[in-house]
């Protein structure tokens, strides 16, 4: 059966510091890895992944796939608060499959 | 604002009603997407179109339906509602050209309570 398992579930931590959320999966038939995050409304997208080892980045978030494991990090350095919010994995064969979300505060 | 448009934004009605619920996608996207998202399941992928053609199915329940129409706009009809039905309900929109490599731009959603 296709899965996508996120972890931690939930993560509380101090502003400042650096968190990594993991997201594993297993997939017939892999074309892409997606995060998004997701705080009082829909979700908004993050990174798409599809090439092994290639770092993506946008300021303090980066996020990288491996294939052969089966895994994609997502990272956060020198948090705020505002990143406090859900973050979602999903990924694409033939359908969509989420995980079901690290729960990520951040207190001040 | 991602440019998808829901409507309703929230629907309260009882077990055994019918509803439907209406998306329209960013400009010059031709994919759709539903999804179900409940506390305890998560986000569940329902269904997508493309182009007015349906392209891949998920946990779509047998008492519940989909079209996409010429103008590209969705409707999701729901029936036979259960109180398990009551989740908040997303539509998503993706460019053309290779919908399984593209992000996708979520609506802000349509919340269902089913009394």
């Known amino acids: 059966e296709d899965k996508v398992v996120q972890s931690p579930l939930s993560l509380v931590v101090h502003e400042g510091d650096t968190v990594t959320l993991n997201c594993s999966y297993e997939v017939t038939n892999f074309r892409s890895l997606l995060w998004y995050k997701q705080e009082k409304k829909a979700p908004t997208f993050l990174f798409m992944l599809?090439?092994?080892?290639i770092e993506k980045k946008s300021g303090r978030l980066s996020s990288i796939l491996d294939k052969k494991e089966l895994f994609s990090i997502l990272n956060i350095t020198a948090t705020q608060t505002g990143d406090s919010a859900v973050y979602l994995c999903?990924?694409?064969?033939?359908?969509?499959?989420f995980g079901k979300g690290t729960r990520l505060h951040i207190l001040p | 604002d991602s440019g998808v448009t829901q409507t309703p934004k929230h629907l309260i009605t009882a077990t055994g009603q019918r509803v439907t619920l209406r998306c329209s996608p960013r400009?010059?996207?031709?994919?759709v997407y539903w999804y179900q998202q409940s506390l305890d399941q998560g986000l569940q992928f329902l269904i997508q179109?493309?182009?007015?053609?349906?392209?891949a199915k998920g946990n779509i329940l047998e008492r519940f339906s989909a079209q996409q129409f010429p103008d590209l706009h969705s409707e999701l009809n729901l029936s036979s509602l259960e109180l398990g039905d009551s989740a908040l309900y997303f539509c998503?929109?993706?460019?053309?050209?290779?919908?399984?490599?593209?992000?996708?731009?979520f609506g802000p959603g349509t919340r269902l309570t089913v009394l």
């Open positions: 998503a929109s993706s460019p053309p050209g290779g919908a399984a490599y593209n992000e996708q731009f």
């Open positions: 400009s010059g996207d031709l994919s």
């Open positions: 179109y493309y182009n007015g053609e349906e392209r």
């Open positions: 999903a990924v694409k064969d033939d359908k969509i499959i």
């Open positions: 599809t090439s092994s080892g």
